[in-house]
């Protein structure tokens, strides 16, 4: 497998994360209430962001010659409970959809993290790749201190 073909195999793990983002946030937003509009506006902003995420992602696949895809398989699964559990959330009150977002956003991270360690430990030679996860995580990071200053309030 080349060095393309192994990125491109972890590429397609950060659009499923930001698929699994963009879920979580518009129901996150649609049980917001309205006069959380604060936070809504940022759970839409984060949605945003992630399908950002995934045209870049998508754009730097074509410079290597492929087209991006996803297998949807996890995403369906998360998606599903993620559709089940804002629906409890919503019915309750805005810090625990706050600890749901946090939630969303600690696994991206984390899901940065294992991509860019393994980029590291298997020596992939495409500095283009390491610098769009690093510049992503970096965002993901940003947002998830948003996140965690509205918990606090």
């Known amino acids: ?18 698929k699994e983002r963009i879920s979580g946030y518009e129901k996150a937003a649609e049980a917001t209430e309205a006069i959380d509009a604060d936070i ?3 759970f839409m902003r984060m949605a945003l962001q992630s ?7 998508k754009q730097h696949v074509a ?8 297998t949807g398989a996890l ?3 998360i998606r599903a409970a993620v559709s089940d559990l804002t629906t ?6 805005r810090k625990m959809l706050l600890d749901f977002c946090l939630y969303i956003e600690q696994g991206a991270k984390q899901a940065y993290d ?17 610098i769009l ?19 606090l309030q």
């Open 1 to 18: 497998m080349s060095n393309n073909d192994k990125s491109l195999d972890l590429i397609h793990k950060l659009i499923e994360v930001n």
């Open 63 to 70: 410079t290597l010659g492929k087209v991006a895809h996803d």
């Open 75 to 77: 995403a369906l699964t």
């Open 40 to 42: 809504r506006s940022m």
């Open 51 to 57: 399908r950002q995420f995934i045209k870049e992602i």
């Open 88 to 93: 409890e959330i919503s019915s309750q009150n």
């Open 114 to 130: 294992i991509i860019l360690n393994a980029l590291e430990e298997k020596n992939i030679p495409v500095p283009e790749v390491a």
């Open 133 to 151: 996860v690093k510049t992503q995580r970096i965002k993901i990071s940003k947002s998830l201190s948003s996140l965690q200053s509205f918990a």
